[in-house]
């Protein structure tokens, strides 16, 4: 009888403990909520400027293709003469902004402000997610500390681009996917099909978000979870069927521009195996020495060449990354699998295109995996000189390291538009209010020329031969020609020598000074 009292007193205590221990876990984590979002509201207002018009171009295109969307013209180029069908962005981003401007009329500022909402919604789900894959809260916190604090994910939190929807996408799959981890019957697990749901989104965002999948394939593949992966790649394949059809039916660009060597100078041809192994090589370079040093500290080239400290930097980050991995003891596949499947698509993507946007969807992971692996290795060498364990909260010191970064991300928001784009925009504004509606314009930058011009506008013909040049503008029926000077290559490659050709052709209709840019009024557009 007594020894039935003393276990059950010591029942009570243990689930006393438990309930106090949750409810302590459960105030550190409200804690660090509030403070993720006190300082990332206090920080994204400090930056946000209403007035910045981000010059990159996808921007402009990404908000015609979701106005189109929304005033129900369907999924169809935007500078295009006839309704054809876009293949080259993927719906997920526009059928957002369509959304957007449903609800609220959104404009283009709008929309990057509901990036920021996004940006936050990440970094709290990042949180959450973090303290499932390990221990921790305090780990999840820092790390999500640093995920707020880049200034990469930062300058796409202020812009009209699909990075960020696309990191929310991937990370509300990562975070139903480790909930889903102690469900059974994976048929009646809505989290699994939240999470494959979410992966699918992100394939619909970003064509790259078919790494996603692979390393979901990956994780129940190693874990022998076979109902589970028979029953996520069901459901995936399911929801990306439709886009798969279409691409079928209607082309994508991709292809096309993977086989080129250069997409921009078409005249160069297409592959060779050594051109691409070139392609692979430069993709390399580029990415070890400056991407993922620069997208994980804000670093900035000041010299032509890459300095050693750079391709040093990005060493260690991958060295500190990969023993992240190798110290998880879940989950250690799929991160793997994500990695090494987002940058196979990289390596042999044109490098022309490389850059840090294509690198950005794996930042947050790359923080937790790279801040993993240096606590790893601090408290291993702690260990060997019995020293304490290691608070993860000591890391946020270097949190003022990213001051300097935001800092110059802030200043460059506030900075004038470069002339040369302002002359490009009064054109277009000119071109409002002075042209007839049904005018035909062809610009270097067509979606950024209609977005203010609010005129049909079709790109250039990137072709060393003036007939070539020329017998375009005649069969797209086009009244105006912009020649600009943004400082594209092919403008002075292609479009001028063939003005230069033809000048009675093309009469000024409106000159703009410093630099010099002209609206020319082409003579033989066919009506």
Request: with cysteine.
């Amino acid at each position: 009888m007594a020894k039935k009292v003393q276990a059950s007193n010591t029942k009570k205590t243990e689930t006393a403990t438990e309930k106090k221990s949750s409810g302590f876990s459960l105030n550190v984590d409200w804690v660090h909520v509030f403070i993720l979002s006190a300082l990332f509201w206090m920080i994204y207002l400090w930056i946000f400027n209403s007035n910045y018009m981000d010059l990159n171009g996808d921007n402009f295109a990404y908000f015609l293709l979701g106005r189109g969307l929304a005033e129900g013209h369907g999924y169809v180029n935007a500078t295009s003469i006839h309704p054809t069908p876009q293949i080259h962005f993927p719906p997920g981003f526009p059928f957002i902004i369509a959304t957007c401007i449903k609800l609220f009329n959104a404009d283009m500022m709008d929309v990057s402000f509901v990036m920021g909402l996004f940006y936050f919604i990440s970094i709290l789900l990042f949180y959450f997610t973090l303290t499932k894959i390990q221990a921790s809260k305090a780990l999840a916190f820092v790390v999500s500390i640093f995920v707020l604090l880049n200034q990469l994910l930062m300058s796409s939190a202020v812009s009209c681009m699909s990075e960020i929807p696309f990191v929310l996408a991937s990370i509300a799959g990562i975070f139903f996917l480790v909930r889903s981890a102690s469900d059974d019957n994976p048929l009646k697990s809505w989290k699994l099909l939240l999470s494959v749901g979410a992966f699918a989104i992100g394939y619909y965002i970003k064509s790259i978000g078919i790494a996603l999948f692979g390393a979901m394939f990956l994780y129940f593949l190693f874990s022998k979870k076979w109902k589970h992966l028979l029953v996520s790649t069901g459901a995936y394949v399911l929801m990306v069927l439709p886009w798969y059809i279409r691409g079928k039916q209607v082309g994508s660009s991709y292809a096309s521009q993977l086989m080129q060597v250069n997409p921009y100078k078409p005249e160069l041809g297409n592959l060779t195996m050594s051109t691409f192994i070139e392609r692979i090589e430069n993709n390399f370079i580029r990415y070890v020495s400056l991407d993922i040093p620069t997208s994980i500290f804000g670093l900035e080239l000041t010299t032509e060449k890459t300095p050693l400290s750079f391709w040093i930097t990005g060493i260690m980050i991958i060295a500190f990354i990969l023993f992240g991995i190798f110290r998880l003891k879940d989950y250690k596949f799929f991160f793997l699998g994500y990695i090494v499947a987002v940058f196979t698509i990289l390596l042999a993507w044109p490098d022309p295109f490389g850059g840090l946007r294509f690198i950005e969807v794996l930042v947050p992971v790359f923080l937790f995996l790279f801040i993993y692996g240096i606590i790893g290795l601090v408290e291993f060498v702690l260990g060997k000189l019995s020293i304490a364990s290691f608070s993860p909260y000591w890391l946020l010191f270097f949190a003022m390291y990213y001051y300097s970064p935001l800092e110059s991300l802030k200043n460059k928001l506030t900075e004038p538009t470069p002339q040369n784009y302002r002359n490009y925009f009064e054109l277009a504004k000119w071109a409002k209010a002075n042209t007839p509606k049904d005018a035909v314009f062809s610009a270097r930058k067509p979606d950024m020329f209609m977005y203010f011009a609010d005129r049909t506008t079709i790109g250039d013909k990137p072709s060393l031969n003036d007939t070539v040049v020329l017998d375009y503008f005649r069969e797209n029926s086009v009244d105006y020609v912009v020649l600009e000077q943004l400082g594209f290559a092919s403008t002075a490659k292609y479009l001028y020598p063939a003005i230069q050709k033809n000048q009675a052709k093309f009469p000024i209709a409106i000159q703009l000074p410093n630099p010099d840019t002209y609206l020319l009024k082409f003579t033989e557009g066919d009506r």
